[in-house]
């Protein structure tokens, strides 16, 4: 059974970087899948953040492009989001996901790790 | 850029109802592309429907997903009481490459 497990910091400064590690188990994420990043802001729906496959090659949302970085170790079974310059509308439950390339559908999540940012 | 528009926000129902959900896609959608997903409270999001209307495993046929070109349909033919939950169409495009609708909250009447 696939299981995927986030883990970090649930507390992050203003203008500092968010790092998350997503942890998986039952599968390799160097089988023929995407690794994503979901978030939901306390109350509110969800927003992509972006995802990878095992070669590297990413996906970003473009409305956070310019703060995120997402990266995979394969020799470890996880792969990690970095965001920068964190603000408070970035406070949120951070999701990892196990994404079907042909249409991007998100088949497995872990359970999800709330962020807050705050001084 | 696309986006998708779930209604109604909230549908008030009695165990045993009938729910059906709409997701509207501001441009046509390849209905491969077109998944639903339910959150219970307090929990992650589950995968319900892929493909506008193929069951994900171990989901009961009480779920019904169907629709194509814009306008896509959940339907939930018999409400039992884990159903009560909020429930997002999400959609695999261009500009986001991934979309998620806001959501529609199904709550007991």
């Known amino acids: 059974q696939v299981q995927l497990h986030e883990s970090g910091p649930g507390v992050v400064k203003p203008s500092e970087t968010l790092s998350l590690t997503c942890s998986v188990s039952g599968d390799s994420t160097d089988s023929g899948f995407y690794w994503g990043w979901i978030r939901q802001p306390p109350g509110k729906g969800l927003e992509w953040i972006g995802d990878i496959y095992h070669s590297g090659s990413t996906n970003y949302n473009p409305s956070l492009r310019s703060r995120i970085t997402i990266s995979i170790d394969t020799s470890k079974n996880q792969f990690s989001l970095k965001l920068s310059s964190v603000t408070a509308a970035d406070t949120a439950v951070y999701y990892c996901?196990?994404?079907?390339?042909?249409?991007?559908?998100?088949?497995?999540w872990g359970q999800g790790t709330l962020v807050t940012v705050s001084s | 850029e696309s986006v998708l528009t779930q209604s109604p926000g909230t549908l008030s129902l009695s165990p045993g109802e009938r729910a059906t959900l709409s997701c509207r896609a501001s441009h046509s959608v390849r209905s491969t592309y077109l998944a639903w997903y339910q959150q219970r409270p307090g929990q992650a999001p589950r995968l319900l429907i892929y493909?506008?209307?193929t069951r994900a495993t171990g989901i009961p046929d009480r779920f019904t997903g169907s629709g194509s070109g814009t306008d896509f349909t959940l339907t939930i033919s018999r409400l039992e009481p884990e159903d009560f939950a909020v429930y997002y169409c999400q959609m695999y495009g261009s500009s986001p490459p991934v979309t998620f609708g806001g959501g529609t909250k199904v709550e007991i009447k």
């Open positions: 996901a196990k994404v079907v390339p042909s249409a991007k559908y998100f088949q497995y």
């Open positions: 493909g506008a209307s």
